[in-house]
């Protein structure tokens, strides 16, 4: 049974409570209108009958805010809860709730044209049976991916079977390249950090997971990705989708690496993307990426009030649309404030000698923009996004010598108890500091404890508790989530899980990235002075690569380069299959549809030098 709120807990959320603008019910209204219908049997799923996506997961969250929830996320939840499929206009349908992102149907003259296919192939499936169902069976008459990120492409595959001969795909300049190999280098790591995030292994419920603020959760399933036919590189490129006119903005480096906001001129729609959500955003995402630009963010916006200016309608990939030509304008407004404020203050302070932390723990933002729900912190949040903006200009060192060569966790947390008076000291003080309400200095006293002597179990269940209260008290949808999923690693150790379910993705590995990839594995321990020289032959990519070890390092070069050791000749695919799905490759070799020339023992031996990831490290103990 999880803890119960505390008096100070149950005090927070209601102070919150009173500042809130709960009398401001526009987004209710919004988020509901047009709704045609929603599934019958709201679980999803696989093939298999495995359940991979709950439309209904979050029906529990009506009434006021249990005192186990910050209220504010709780309304939050209402909002954006409602799962099913939306008429937003006369030839504009969205599904809403099928998956963290919409799924957008617009209707061409032939047939549908599909904006941003969700992240799994049966959560797309899904959407198509519905409107096919609701509004009408068509064809796939064109695809647009507005971003590189796989909750907005990864569930293409499931529309291949209804797409017409030869329908464009769209997607923005060098999307390819980001949407595979944005998270392919750090891809362990990430995944790792993204089960945090998104709370993966915890139940939905007041207790549990309330959605990560741009929706209610990531669904796993199937990944897929059909490459773009096109990669649009122009602000103001129009063309003719199926007999419908789109107008396209280009916005590198904002929310993506490879992004864009695009309208319908004719019907005064626009659509922009992830660039404006229905919460602030991440400038750099708990689970890790590169850093996002705040400034370049703010700008986009600014020109997308020029470029869309006069539309009535507006739409994006998560979240509901928004209604009028003064709504959307205000709208648009005031969210790039939230960017622009954020970016131009840290920025200041920095210039002043505020270090990241300094600078987070005084940033907030002004009433005028606070009091607007979609620059609440339910995804994003100023205290993470200031110490990025600090980090994207200065780095992680704050300039204090002190800083330059920092005890390792385990080797400073000791020195610390030791300095306190010991484990039970320092238990006492965390003690003290959770009775009087201070979970953020008990936290702190826990961490160290635990660092210090893995097997302090008393400081674990309290530090479980004490991370519960902070994920009740939490406005923001991720942080609650980390906070309950490190408390449940405390108390039962790690759970073994695939949160990327990328597998479909592994196909679209460029070789330059798969090199890449070899390189941090490689462990120089197990290399020793080792060295080689080898040669790949590529024949279904008309592509020949030589990689060269040494020093410990991993270095690969288009071509055959003189004094290869050995020359493997296979076709790609099915190396990948060797390398990340267990499938060896001595039965090509055997059957001719691979070979060796040279040494074979030499890629016997880079394998052997090969690391594997720990997709399960610990991160809440040592």
Do not use: C
Not at 554 to 570: E, F, I, M, S, Y
């Amino acid at each position: 049974m999880a803890d119960a709120p505390t008096a100070a807990t149950r005090e927070a959320n209601a102070a919150a409570l009173a500042d809130l603008p709960m009398a401001d019910r526009q987004d209710f209204d919004f988020a509901t209108r047009g709704f045609v219908a929603t599934l019958k049997d709201p679980v999803i799923r696989d093939a298999a009958g495995k359940p991979v996506w709950d439309t209904a997961a979050f029906a529990f969250a009506t009434g006021p805010a249990p005192a186990t929830v910050n209220p504010s996320l709780w309304r939050h939840a209402q909002v954006l809860g409602k799962a099913g499929l939306f008429k937003v206009t006369d030839r504009i349908w969205q599904v809403r709730g099928f998956d963290v992102s919409n799924i957008t149907f617009v209707r061409g003259d032939k047939g549908w044209i599909v904006i941003d296919p969700l992240t799994a192939t049966e959560t797309a499936a899904a959407a198509y049976a519905l409107i096919s169902e609701k509004v009408a069976k068509l064809p796939v008459t064109a695809m647009i991916y507005t971003h590189s990120h796989v909750d907005h492409f990864g569930g293409a595959g499931a529309l291949t079977s209804v797409m017409v001969k030869d329908a464009p795909i769209l997607a923005p300049a060098g999307f390819t390249r980001a949407a595979v190999s944005e998270n392919v280098i750090a891809g362990p790591a990430m995944g790792r950090r993204a089960g945090y995030q998104f709370g993966l292994t915890l139940p939905k419920g007041p207790e549990g997971s309330m959605g990560s603020g741009i929706g209610m959760g990531v669904a796993a399933g199937g990944r897929s990705l059909i490459p773009p036919t096109r990669e649009i590189g122009e602000t103001g490129t129009e063309l003719v989708l199926d007999g419908v006119r789109v107008r396209f903005q280009i916005t590198p480096g904002t929310e993506a690496p490879a992004e864009m906001n695009f309208g319908f001129p004719d019907w005064k729609v626009a659509d922009l993307a992830e660039n404006a959500n229905v919460s602030q955003h991440n400038i750099l995402t708990p689970r890790g990426a590169v850093i996002r630009d705040a400034k370049a963010w703010a700008q986009g916006l600014t020109e997308a009030m020029d470029f869309f200016a006069g539309s009535e309608v507006l739409i994006t990939s998560h979240g509901w649309p928004r209604f009028g030509a003064g709504e959307i304008t205000d709208y648009l407004a005031k969210h790039r404030d939230a960017y622009a404020y954020l970016h131009d203050q840290t920025v200041r302070l920095m210039n002043k000698g505020l270090t990241g932390p300094e600078i987070a723990a005084k940033l907030t933002l002004p009433p005028t923009l606070a009091a607007k729900w979609y620059d609440r912190p339910y995804y994003g949040s100023y205290s993470f996004n200031s110490r990025a903006v600090y980090q994207f200009y200065m780095g992680w060192y704050d300039g204090n010598p002190v800083h330059l060569a920092p005890l390792p966790p385990e080797q400073g947390a000791a020195r610390y108890v030791e300095a306190l008076g010991g484990a039970a000291r320092v238990r006492a003080l965390a003690e003290e500091a959770f009775a009087k309400g201070d979970y953020t200095w008990a936290a702190e006293l826990l961490d160290k404890a635990i660092f210090a002597d893995t097997t302090d179990t008393a400081a674990k269940g309290l530090l479980a508790r004490t991370y519960r209260q902070l994920a009740y008290q939490s406005e923001n949808a991720l942080w609650r989530n980390m906070y309950l999923t490190g408390a449940g690693e405390l108390e039962k150790g790690v759970a073994a899980t695939d949160p990327t379910g990328g597998a479909g993705l592994i196909s679209q590995l460029p070789p330059s990235d798969l090199f890449e990839v070899l390189a941090v594995r490689l462990d120089p321990a197990k290399a020793g002075d080792g060295s080689a020289s080898l040669g790949f032959v590529f024949p279904d990519k008309a592509q020949d690569w030589t990689v060269t070890i040494a020093n410990g390092v991993l270095v690969h070069r288009k071509g055959l380069r003189d004094g290869r050791q050995a020359t493997l000749t296979v076709r790609y695919t099915d190396l990948l299959s060797a390398l990340f799905a267990g499938q060896p490759l001595s039965a090509k070799v055997a059957s001719g549809e691979a070979k060796i020339e040279g040494d074979p023992a030499a890629f016997a031996r880079l394998v052997s030098w090969l690391d594997k990831p720990d997709p399960a490290f610990n991160i809440v103990t040592p």
